[in-house]
């Protein structure tokens, strides 16, 4: 890719309106298109949202004294992804529902917000490699059939109630296990067992 405009890019007498093939990109995002034997140097419309790429069949159009390329015709590689840019911020604002359907979908940014105020997520599964989580909220309801967590280390703090209801209970420590409280009860309708090599009471 040069960045020197050749000086048969210069033109001489613009067409209206043409068809003709991308053969040249400069670093400025202006670029050389060959039209009925001739090369024009042209600048991106607006409106022109797919990125052009060498090979790409354009149509370009002039107004003043200034060439423009309006839209990509056809693309000489269709197999290669398609890229839509713009200069600066893009906002999609539709006065209807938004709808992104797609094989597959890659999201890359340095930073994102997300403000939904309902929102509903189905799937068969989900896979997060994070570094920090932090939620807050009011309310927290989760309904699971199996839950599996593995930490180094846990800490959990209610400034209110507990409450555990389980059908088995099973608590093991490798080490170490204290349980202390202003006020402490045991009861059981069978059987109360406390095994041990040496028993402390009082």
Known sequence: MSNAIPSFALPVSPP???AGQVVNLFGDGSMIVECDGRGWHCQRAASC??????????LIASAGEQLWLLAVLERAESHQPATLSVEGDLRIAPTGD???SSGKLNVTAESGDCHIDAMNYSGKSLTAWLSLTRIVGG??????QTVT???NRLL??????EQVRAGQLDMQAEDYLRAHAQNTFITAKGITKVDSEQIHMG
């Open 156 to 161: 959990r703090r209610t400034q209110t109630i």
């Open 139 to 144: 309310q927290f309801e989760s309904v699971w």
């Open 98 to 100: 938004l709808s992104l």
């Open 49 to 58: 949202l797919m990125t052009p790429e060498c090979g790409d069949r354009v």
């Open 149 to 151: 967590q593995l930490s």
């Open 16 to 18: 209206q309106q043409a």
